[in-house]
């Protein structure tokens, strides 16, 4: 069954209207959904609801609420991905993987590194990550739509760390402590965790020390050296696999 995304204020007491024109299309044009067919619907914020569609118009689809569930398909593990800006179309897979994984929201950072230039037409790539993260959202069910907010660079990331319990950078030059280490010296579950991995490059070594100097604990992924695209969904899911399968 189909999964949607509606704003609150589309949400009734006993109906649900769907405005985004290019959901209406895709369920009348793409799905050949008519009157009486089923979807889910989620309302990006605290419930799933199971439908049927009653009525369709160019501009609005009205759906009966047939069931209301809270969700249950959200990590309780708030994890948000600080991204150090990859070339060409790497972002997309980024962005798409580690919704599926279970990812809250994506930050892109332009590092020391980085090689992308903000031309003036950056917000252009953050609309097209953002309709990635909303596919992905549909496609794997999740209960709400991680955002993928506008970019920061290195600098002004370090102040918003201190909003986590727990912030972690996958580091290359890191031989020794392990993902594996740091689940097993925490005292306690973290429910907020920012994880921060560099872009083709790398860190370099003046981010590493500013890293290490407030705190950030620095982890090996495994023997081999992972592309910057994979690094972040492999860290994502030993989190996930660590705090979130019982």
């Known amino acids: 069954m189909s999964k949607f995304f509606v704003d609150k204020e589309y949400v009734g007491e006993s109906e649900i209207l769907i405005k985004n024109l290019t959901d209406i299309n895709h369920i009348s044009k793409v799905l050949r959904l008519g009157i009486g067919d089923m979807l889910i619907i989620s309302d990006s914020s605290d419930f799933d609801y199971q439908v049927e569609i009653i009525k369709i118009m160019s501009t609005e689809i009205t759906c009966k609420i047939l069931d209301k569930q809270k969700f249950a398909k959200e990590p309780s593990t708030k994890v948000t991905l600080f991204q150090g800006i990859p070339k060409q179309g790497k972002m997309e897979l980024i962005v798409q993987k580690n919704v599926e994984i279970g990812i809250m929201k994506i930050v892109p950072v332009f590092m020391d590194r980085t090689v992308v230039v903000d031309k003036g037409n950056f917000s252009k790539k953050i609309e097209r990550w953002n309709k990635i993260s909303q596919e992905a959202s549909g496609q794997c069910r999740r209960g709400i739509i991680p955002v993928v ?84 969904f492999v860290a994502l899911s030993m989190i996930m696999y660590e705090f979130e399968l019982d």
Not at 164 to 183: A, G, I, R, W
Not at 189 to 214: M, Q, T, V, Y
Request: net charge negative; aromatic share 8%.
């Open 149 to 232: 907010t506008d970019p920061v660079n290195f600098d002004s990331m370090i102040k918003y760390l201190d909003e986590f319990d727990l912030v972690v950078f996958p580091y290359e030059n890191q031989e020794s402590f392990t993902v594996k280490n740091l689940m097993k010296n925490l005292k306690q579950k973290p429910s907020n965790i920012a994880l921060i991995i560099g872009p083709e490059g790398g860190f370099s070594e003046r981010e590493a020390k500013i890293l290490s100097d407030i705190g950030v604990l620095s982890v090996n992924l495994g023997k081999t050296i992972l592309r910057t695209e994979t690094a972040g």
